[in-house]
C-alpha cells in the first residue's frame, strides 16, 4: 500500500516510528508536511498539491495534526477523504477531540465516567459554578490546553473565584472540574486502535504535582488494566469517532472517570513503558480496514 503520514517533521519520534513499521509491512511510506500542502477545491476532482506535485493515488493516511494546527490540518485530512482516500482518524473526529468541552458533553451523553464538570461563560456565575463540582479543591481548565499547560489546581474557593476570574478576564474559555484526590496524580493512558486497547500506561506525577504530563515531569510504567477500564476507553474513542486515540482515564472512587481523548496520541512513552510495538498496530488496522471509500464519519454532533 501507499500511506502518507501527515506530519510537520519525519524527525518526530512517532512520525519515525510509523514510517520504520509500515516499511517493515513492506508498504511505501511518505511522510507529508499537512501545513505544506495545498488544495483545489473548486473542481470536480479534489486534489492535494505538495512540493508542485499532486498527491495522487495514495491509499491511506495518518493524520498526526498538532494541536494548534487543527484548523489547517483537518482541511487537509477533508480533502483526502473527498478523494476517497482511507484516513486512520477522520477529520471531524479530530476537531471534535480537540474541543475538551464537547468531549465531555459526547462522553457524558453516553453513559461514561467522567468528573463532575462544570462550564460558565460568564464570571457572574462563578459561585454557582464551584458549588456544582461540589467547592474545593478543584481543577480549573483551559478548553484548549495540552501538555498539562493551563490546567490548575485551585484548593480554596477563594483562590478558585481568583483564577477564574483572570482566566476568563483574558477571554479565554475554560472548564472547572472535581479534582480526583484519590488519582494521587496518577493518570492512565490507553492506547487505543480500532476497538482494542493495544497499550496502556501509568503516568505518575512528581512529588508536589498533581499533572501527570511527561511533559511536566511526570514518569511511566506499565499497568495492568481493569476489564472496567478497558471497556472504558474503547467506549470513549468510538463516541469520539477516532480509531486511533489515546484516552486518559483516572482512577478515581466511583470508578475509571474520563478525562481526556487524544486525536494523535504520541509513540514514544507508551512504546518505552509497554513494550509494546504500537506504530504496528496502527498499520495492521489500515491493511484491515481501508478498502477505497470506507472513510465515513458516523457520529454526529
Ligand atoms: P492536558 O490536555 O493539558 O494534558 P489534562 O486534562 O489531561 O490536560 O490534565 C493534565 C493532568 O492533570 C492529567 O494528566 C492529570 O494527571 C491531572 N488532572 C486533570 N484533571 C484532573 C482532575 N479532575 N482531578 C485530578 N487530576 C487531574
Ligand atoms: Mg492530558
Sequence with gaps: MKIAILSQKASLYSTRRLKEAGEQRGHHMKVIDYLRCYMNI?????????????LEDFDAIIPRIGASKTFYGTAVVR???????????????ISRSRDKLRCLQLLAREGIGLPVTGFANSTKDIEGLIEIVGGAPLVIKLLEGTQGIGVVLAETTQAAKSVIEAFRGLDANILVQEFIKEAEGADIRCFVVGDKVVASMKRQSEP?????????????????????????????????????AGVDILRSNHGPVVIEVNSSPGLEGIEAASNVDVASKIIEFIEKNSAPKKTRDRTQY
Design 208 to 244: 508536589g504535582e498533581f499533572r501527570s504530563n511527561l511533559h511536566r515531569g511526570g514518569t511511566a510504567e506499565k499497568i495492568k488494566l481493569t476489564p472496567e477500564e478497558r471497556s472504558t476507553a474503547v467506549r470513549a474513542a468510538k463516541t469520539m469517532g477516532l480509531k486511533v
Design 42 to 54: 473548486a473542481s470536480h476532482r479534489p486534489t492535494v498539491v505538495y512540493q508542485q506535485k499532486p
Design 79 to 93: 480533502q483526502f477523504e473527498m478523494m476517497g482516500v482511507f484516513t486512520a482518524n477522520e477529520s471531524q473526529a
